[in-house]
Every structure is written in C-alpha cells, then in structure tokens.
C-alpha cells in the first residue's frame, strides 16, 4: 500500500496570512516541513494539498521546484481536497500533516506509521490524548477509510477537519493513540505556527538547531528549552482555535 504524507496548506490564514511561505534560514517553512517528512523512512511521497485560490500560485509553484506531489481542490472542504489528493496520487495510506507544524519530527511519522502497520487499526495519530508538543501532529489513516467517512457526513466542521469524524467515532473505527512518554512539562509546548509569536520561536529554533544539525528531532529541540527555558515564554499566551 503506497503510504504518502499529505500536507494541508494554503496562503489564506485568518491569524498570520502566507505563514507556510515565510522565509527562515533562506527557505520557506513550508520546504522545511517537506525536507524533514522526506527523512521518513515510511513515507513513499510527499504531497502539497493547497487550494484552487489564485493566491495559493505560489505553494504550487514551491511544490514543483522541491519536485514533491501536489494537488489543489477546495478551500473550505479540505476532506474532500485531502481525498482526492490521494487518489490522484495512488495513495493507500494517508499521513495527515498540516502546513503548521514545519518542525514535524520524521522519527514521529515512522513510530506511527509503523504502528498502523502492526496491524488492527483504521486510524492511528499522537493527538487524541495530548503527550507530544502541538506542532508534532500526525494522523495515519487509510483512504478507503477517508473514502467511507466522506459518505456518512456532510457537517461542514467534519470537511474542514479532515480527521474529525474518524477519532470522533470510536464505536464505528478502531482507534489508537501513540503516547510519547515524555514527562508532562513537555506536553504543553507550542512548536506550531499560527501567530507571529509563534513564528518568531520557530524561526529562533532553526536558527539555533538546523546549521549544525539539519535533521534535528525533538530530542534536540527539548534539550535546546532546557538550556534556554525562556523560549517557551514567546508563545506560552497563544490558545489554539478551537474546533466548534
């Protein structure tokens, strides 16, 4: 079964507008997220999935000069948009990244893909019980899947969140969380991006990290907050949108 992580990105951000472009280190957020899902050794692709927008031009364009796969489908009903990104591209088994977590650790992706593969399960993510830091999140799940939940709902909420009706609806799919093991002052750590401050810790972190190592994981962002505990203040106010 072809697996491929599937990004969700576009330029129209209500918080901080063409945050997946902006530039750290020379290059835009978002090619660092696909040159760190690359490493994964369980990935067969990395495809963009942006929007049919003209303003999201430019994510195409980025998508073809890093030579990964890309899609553009609806803005607003990304399940449809995530979906038919997959069966353009053959997929068999779905990597759910968004465009905000351009720090995803690709050792994270491999233990969760690795996970579905041991077999019994229709989804497998870090995220239904909280123990990475926000800005690690991936969700596995088969198209067929994503294919069958497409038919049983038509709620606007369960098409903007691609993954919502699945860990939603553990008496229909076989659900499984992937715990971290780290201790719980972790867990509350900010590693995404939806504001400027947010922003402003990534780009501190690459700054910091990428120039001597470029495969950097979260072993080593950890150990960067606890040489500078002070970092973790940049964002600490910021709260994440809530679903409904």
């Not at 750590?189 to 979260?218: A, M, N, S």
Request: glycine content about 6%.
């Amino acid at each position: 079964m072809k697996t491929a992580a599937i990004i969700e990105a576009r330029m129209t951000s209500t918080r901080l507008p063409g945050k997946v472009l902006l530039p750290v280190l020379g290059r835009p957020l978002l090619g660092h997220l696909v040159e760190r899902l690359q490493r994964a050794g369980t990935l067969d692709q990395v495809i963009i999935a942006t929007t049919t927008n003209a303003t999201d031009d430019p994510v195409e364009a980025l998508a073809r000069e890093l030579g990964c796969g890309w899609f553009r489908g609806s803005e607003e009903d990304v399940l449809d948009r995530v979906l038919r990104a997959a069966h353009a591209h053959e997929v068999g088994l779905i990597v759910e990244v968004t465009g905000d977590c351009p720090l995803m650790d690709p050792a994270i992706v491999d233990t969760l893909v690795k996970t579905f593969r041991d077999g019994g399960w229709d989804y497998v993510s870090n995220v239904i019980e909280r123990t990475y830091p926000r800005g690690m999140d991936a969700q596995v799940f088969p198209t067929a899947v994503l294919d069958e939940v497409a038919g049983l709902t038509s709620d606007p909420v369960d098409h903007e969140h691609v993954s919502l009706y699945i860990y939603n609806h553990p008496e229909r799919f076989a659900l499984k969380n992937v715990a971290s093991g780290l201790p719980p002052e972790y867990h509350d750590l900010r590693l995404t991006v939806d504001t400027k401050e947010d922003f402003e810790l990534i780009r501190i972190i690459f700054e910091e990290l990428y120039p001597r190592k470029p495969d950097f994981g979260l072993r080593d962002i950890l150990d960067l907050f606890d040489r500078r505990p002070e970092l973790a203040g940049i964002n600490r106010h910021v709260r994440q949108k809530k679903v409904r």
